[in-house]
């Protein structure tokens, strides 16, 4: 159908179907194009919202940052010759977590946040028991999600040398 054509079914209805017509068609544009600017403006909003936020992280850390570089080198186990991280890593995979083994990174000074998918709950207890026993750590937070398999946890630790 062609302009031409719309223009003249238009107005070959009458004055009150085609106010309704107009109405209708002004009302569809406007739903249309609120639907459409709504998400949009929500996402702007968020992203906003994460750019402040990422702002106000990095002058924190320039304030901090010298301060920081003063404290020296991080925290080594009680051992003296193996850091935390390589301590960390090494008796996982001896323990048979390994595989399962996602992350670990700094929380604090002399402290370790440590990820675990998909492992077994009775290793990853003895693993828990084998740090605290044999190297001297200390378990500050530890949580443990069930996974379909029985036996099978998502787990994350925190672990601190002591003092």
Request: aromatic share 4%; glycine share 8%.
């Amino acid at each position: 159908m062609n302009l031409a054509a719309l223009r003249q079914w238009y107005e070959a209805r009458e004055p009150r179907e085609q106010r309704i017509l107009l109405v209708g068609g002004v009302l569809a544009a406007l739903i249309l194009l609120i639907g459409a600017l709504l998400p949009l403006n929500r996402a702007v909003i968020a992203a906003q919202a994460r750019v402040e936020r990422k702002q106000s992280d990095l002058v924190f850390l320039r304030e901090v940052g010298p301060t920081l570089a003063t404290l020296g080198p991080a925290p080594v186990a009680p051992q003296g010759a193996e850091s935390l991280v390589v301590l960390i890593d090494r008796s996982a995979r001896e323990s048979g977590l390994g595989q399962s083994l996602t992350g670990s990174q700094p929380s604090g000074e002399g402290s370790m946040r440590v990820q675990f998918e998909k492992a077994d709950f009775n290793a990853w207890v003895a693993w828990l028991a084998r740090l605290v026993n044999q190297h001297g750590l200390r378990v500050e937070a530890a949580t443990t999600e069930a996974t379909a398999e029985p036996g099978v946890v998502n787990a994350s630790v925190v672990v601190h040398l002591r003092s």
